[in-house]
Each structure stands twice: as structure tokens, then as C-alpha cells.
């Protein structure tokens, strides 16, 4: 067979059905038998945009994600969206065709060293060496991003998709994950057997192996409350009794309250990364002189960014499985104070519900200033400005069974990890730690290519959505039916609550002057809503989740808020500044 048809059959063998990307000549020789072999390449506006859409589409398949590009532009352009992903731990695959051998080093067209852009954020990187090694190299990097769990890159020659060769098509190969050691599950079976207050950690670990039923066995054994890891939403269901939602920034204060009582942190399939970790809503809540069990298939994220007295390297369905084994029909210090740690949840729960429902606005200087400000004026569309606290509360109570959300990177954006619960695992996507702006649509539409009989729901600013709204015109093209929800804040929310809290409100480059995106999203092909009124939020989102699912429309909303601003990431990212010289002494 030729190398294109050794390189096609070898994902055909991986299950590949769906590429994200734009056409090029590199690769043209491949690209020209995907159809025939039952791979669709769909069409992006911007590579940046196909990468995302990989990243949604492998976190709710569980399985690959494919984005490909013309050499040089089209992959350098897919650089940001691979760290997201690489820090999702989305087991996404980079085909990046390269200069042909006989020119490399001349400086030609289009021409650059693509694996150290990609060194970084890669588990794995393929270069393909000779066109007789397509299949294996093909396969390889197939088979590391599910084994290692993150973005792998097969990098290819463009003359090396010609040629003639004798070739076997590798099996696919993957890893029958275990529990972990015997004496470190033993070890952390004995500290809970030994725990008065134990709490679980629910991570993305959870998620990507399939453990929400096992993590709940377990709770239920030890009738320990469960917090979600930071942006780990759908790690444990919201109705289950001892779901307490998420730690981390603009979490939930009872989730954060209750761990701060533990005296044992199951930290289940969770790195513990610092933004899961850091002080929020004025409490420093990591427990001091808990033991902590960490549980992780990689030993490196193991005590790596909080101290540690288990560490096991296991699969978190497997280790979850295990620890309730272990626990089963032993006598357990907590099984005496059940019903007094159940009622400190539901209190606690019921406390946090309650300051939601009556925090409608923030209060501090700024934002009341703001209030007053947009009280006096009126949106382009004639109505009024809402407060996002209100706008998000509407949004949860709006949510249709089975929904997919995704978020982008921003000031409310982030305020709405407090109002997003889920029912099932893959059913929340964020840019986790890498933190990049025009995420959330391009992910929602691959999430949607993944499971277009869920409802599929982006969450984004008007700044982020800047940098994603043209690839409203890949939904329209090709038939991908999503929803997109923007708030209109007329600002770089995020950034410039630091211009308040350190720089005196001298806002430089944060202000937005933006048209109506309800009709950006009309001259596109797709349905706009503009919503300014807090009873139309939730009739609007319902109507658009409607026409999604029943008639195939996209339809972006447009949400008029305040500029009103929540906390900043944190606080101590910042400090207070000094100026020396005389031409800036005022600037302090």
C-alpha cells in the first residue's frame, strides 16, 4: 500500500470517524481517501478553533481526538489549543504534516521545525522517519494519548505520503489499567478505617475512567461528603445527597467549609493542582492536619503539589473499587457519627443555596458604582442591564436534562462555577489550567460532533467570544447544532478587576465597544437572541436548546449584563505598585 493508505487504514483501525481541521496541500494525497474509508474531515474557520473542537469531541467520547493543518501557519496556529488540551488530559492526536526532506532547511514556503513547538504540551511526539514506518509511528501516537492520557503529535514528512510499501496495520493497544499497590491501599484502607471526618475528592480522574458509580460506592461506605476538583463539575451528581460542589475559585463555600474539617482527604483520580487548592471567598480551607490520600494513574502528580501521607498510582475506578473492598464489613471510627457529619452537610448545603439565591449582586466599591452607572443606561436593544449572579441562577434553573457545558476564561465565566451542576460525568468542559480565551465554543461544537443527541451550551464573555465567533460558520456549514450563550459586559472582566483592586481604575485596554453579536450571529446563518429583561433567560435559553435539538438551528444569545465585577483569580498574583522615577509618581 502507499503510505496515505497505510496512515488512513491505521485510524480507521483506531476508530477514527471525525477530523477537525482546514484542507492543505501537505496532506492532500490522505485527505483524499477519507471518505471512502468512512472519516469525515470537517472544516473549521481557524485551526486554533479545530484543535478545541478535537479537545470537546475526545473528552466526551472518551476516545481520540484528530486535528490536522497545512504545514507551518495552519499548525503553529494549532499551539494553544493543544496546551489546553494537553492540560484537560484530553487524549487528542496532532497530525502535522512537515516540509518535504528534500528542501527542509532552505527556508521555503510555509516551512518550520514543528516539534519544539509542541515539546511542551505533547505526551508523545511521532516523527515519522521513513514513508516504510507510517503505520507504526500512526499507531504509536494513537496508542500513548489514551495510555498517557494527553495530546500526542505525529509529525510527517509531506513527500513521505508517497511512495509504495509492504506493511502490516497495527492493532490497536491499550493499558488494563490497575488499583494500585497492595501495601499503599492497604496503608489508606487503615487511615480511613481510622477517620472521624473523612471527605472524597471527586477529580477528573473520576471522569475519564469511568469511576462516578465506584466514587459513590465508596462515599456511601464511609458516608463521607464529596467535593468536585476545581472545574470538575460532573465528577459526582448533584442530587446525590452528599454531592457538595466544587472547590476552588468561586466554588462552593460549603464544599470548602466542610473539607476544612476533614481529618482524612480521599483526593480520588485528582492532581491538586493549585487553583483546586488556593484560599476563596476570604477562607484558606486546605486542611492543615488532615491526611491526605492522593490517588493518580500518573505517580508524577503524586504529592507534587500538596503534602501527602499515601500516595497510590492506580486507575480511579479500580482504586475506589478496592479502598470500599477493603473498608467492607469492617468496623469504622465514622460509622458512629453518620448521622451528625450528614447533617452538618445538609446544613451546610442549605446555607450555600441560601446565599446564592440572595446574592444577587456584588457589593463592592466598584461594582455598586457600576450598578449605578448602568442604571442610568439603556442597552442598544432598549431594555436593561442584568446582574450576571441573577442571569447564571436563571441559566441553571433553565438547564435541560443530559446537558453538555462547556466555559470560557473570564470574570463570569468563572463566577459560574458556582451555579453549574450536573447529573453525569463528560458533561463539563473548561480550559482547566492553561486558561485561554476562546475555548468554550469550538469545544462545545466538537463536543456535539461527539454526542449530537445531548444538548450542547457555551458559556462565554464578549471578549473571549471575540476570539471564537467565526466559528458560528462551521456550525451553520456543516449541520453542527449548538448554543451559545454570551454576556455582554462591555469588558476584559477578568484582567481589569485587577486595574481595580491594584491600579486605582486606571483601565487601560480592558473596555470593549462591541455591536450586537444576536445580529453578527444572523448575518452568519445562525439565530440570534438578544435578552434584557431577567424573565427572558431562561424562556430564551429553553427556546434555543429547542430549535438545537429539534430543528437543527445554532443560535447564539446575547445576555446584556452590568459591568459590575466577582473576586479576581487571586490576590496574590499582584503586587501593590512602586514607583520610583517622578514622570510616574502618581501612578501608585
Known amino acids: 500500500m502507499t503510505p496515505s493508505e497505510a496512515f488512513v487504514e491505521t485510524m480507521v483501525a483506531n476508530d477514527v470517524t471525525n477530523i477537525f481541521g482546514i484542507m492543505g496541500s501537505a496532506f492532500m494525497d490522505a485527505m483524499d481517501i477519507f471518505a471512502p474509508a468512512g472519516i469525515r474531515l470537517i472544516p473549521v474557520v481557524h485551526e486554533q478553533g479545530a484543535g478545541h473542537m478535537a479537545d470537546g469531541y475526545s473528552r466526551v467520547s472518551g476516545t481520540h481526538g484528530v486535528v490536522i493543518g497545512q504545514n507551518g501557519p495552519g499548525i503553529s496556529n494549532c499551539v494553544t489549543a493543544i496546551a489546553a488540551a494537553y492540560w484537560a488530559h484530553s487524549p487528542v492526536v496532532i497530525v502535522t504534516p512537515e516540509t518535504g526532506t528534500t528542501t527542509m532547511g532552505l527556508g521555503g514556503f510555509q516551512e518550520c521545525n514543528q516539534l519544539p513547538m509542541f515539546q511542551e504540551f505533547t505526551k508523545y511526539q511521532g516523527h515519522v522517519t521513513h514513508p516504510g514506518r507510517m503505520a507504526e509511528y500512526t499507531g504509536r501516537c494513537f496508542d500513548r494519548a489514551l495510555s498517557e492520557m494527553g495530546p500526542t503529535q505525529l509529525n510527517i514528512p509531506r513527500d513521505y505520503f508517497y511512495g509504495e510499501s509492504v506493511c502490516e496495520i497495527p492493532k490497536p493497544s491499550r493499558l488494563d489499567r490497575g488499583a494500585g499497590g497492595e501495601q499503599s491501599l492497604n496503608e489508606a484502607a487503615d487511615l480511613l478505617a481510622e ?26 461506605r464511609l458516608n463521607a461528603p464529596v467535593v468536585n476538583s476545581y472545574l470538575h463539575n460532573d465528577s459526582f451528581p448533584a442530587s446525590h445527597e452528599l454531592w457538595c460542589g ?23 483520580g485528582s492532581r491538586l493542582g493549585p487553583f483546586g487548592t488556593l484560599p476563596q471567598h476570604g477562607m484558606d480551607y486546605w486542611p492543615k492536619d488532615a491526611k491526605i490520600i492522593q490517588i493518580d494513574a500518573d505517580n508524577k502528580m503524586l504529592g507534587l503539589v500538596k503534602k501527602i ?77 442584568l446582574h450576571p449572579r441573577q442571569v447564571l441562577r436563571e441559566l441553571e434553573k433553565a438547564m435541560p436534562e443530559d446537558v453538555m457545558v462547556s466555559t470560557d476564561i473570564g470574570n463570569i465565566n468563572s463566577i459560574a462555577n ?57 456550525c451553520v456549514r456543516h449541520d453542527i447544532p449548538v448554543t451559545a450563550v454570551v454576556f455582554h459586559n462591555r469588558q476584559w472582566g ?50 434555543a436548546v429547542d430549535m438545537q435539538m429539534n430543528e437543527g438551528k445554532t443560535t447564539i444569545i446575547e445576555i446584556m449584563c452590568t459591568r459590575e465585577l466577582g473576586d479576581p483569580f487571586r490576590r496574590d498574583a499582584l503586587s501593590t505598585p512602586v514607583r520610583h522615577l517622578d514622570k510616574y509618581k502618581d501612578f501608585v
Not at 196 to 220: N, R
Not at 246 to 268: E, F, N, R, W
Open 309 to 385: 501521607s499515601v500516595g497510590i498510582c492506580g486507575d480511579a475506578k479500580a482504586a475506589a473499587v478496592a479502598l470500599t473492598e477493603r473498608l467492607s464489613g469492617r468496623t469504622l471510627a465514622c460509622d458512629s457519627t453518620v448521622a451528625e457529619r450528614k447533617d452538618k452537610v445538609a446544613t451546610e448545603k442549605a446555607a450555600w443555596e441560601k446565599e446564592l439565591d440572595e446574592w444577587t449582586h456584588e457589593k463592592d466599591a466598584f461594582s455598586l458604582d457600576m450598578i449605578k452607572e448602568n442604571a442610568e443606561e439603556t442597552p442598544f436593544s432598549g431594555g436593561e442591564y
Open 246 to 268: 466544587p472547590l476552588g475559585y468561586q466554588g462552593s463555600k460549603a464544599a470548602m467549609k466542610l473539607i476544612a474539617q476533614a481529618d482524612v482527604v480521599v483526593a480520588l
Open 195 to 220: 477517620a472521624k471526618f473523612p471527605v472524597i475528592i471527586s477529580g477528573g480522574g473520576v471522569v475519564m475512567a469511568d469511576a462516578v458509580e465506584e466514587c459513590k460506592a465508596l462515599a456511601e
Open 494 to 543: 477578568a484582567e481589569k478587576k485587577n486595574q481595580v483592586d491594584f491600579y486605582d481604575r486606571r483601565f487601560v485596554a480592558g473596555e470593549l465597544d462591541n455591536q450586537s453579536f444576536a445580529e453578527i450571529a444572523r448575518a452568519m446563518g445562525a439565530e440570534g437572541i438578544t435578552v434584557d429583561r431577567l424573565e427572558d433567560v431562561g424562556p430564551a435559553l429553553k427556546k
Open 418 to 474: 458556582s451555579y453549574l451542576r450536573f447529573e453525569k460525568p463528560r458533561s463539563f468542559f473548561a480550559a482547566m489550567s492553561f486558561g485561554n480565551c476562546g475555548y468554550a465554543f469550538p469545544t462545545i461544537i466538537g463536543a456535539k460532533v461527539a454526542a449530537p443527541h445531548r444538548p450542547a451550551i457555551s458559556y462565554a464573555g464578549d471578549g473571549a467570544w471575540g476570539m471564537s465567533l467565526m466559528e458560528t460558520m462551521t
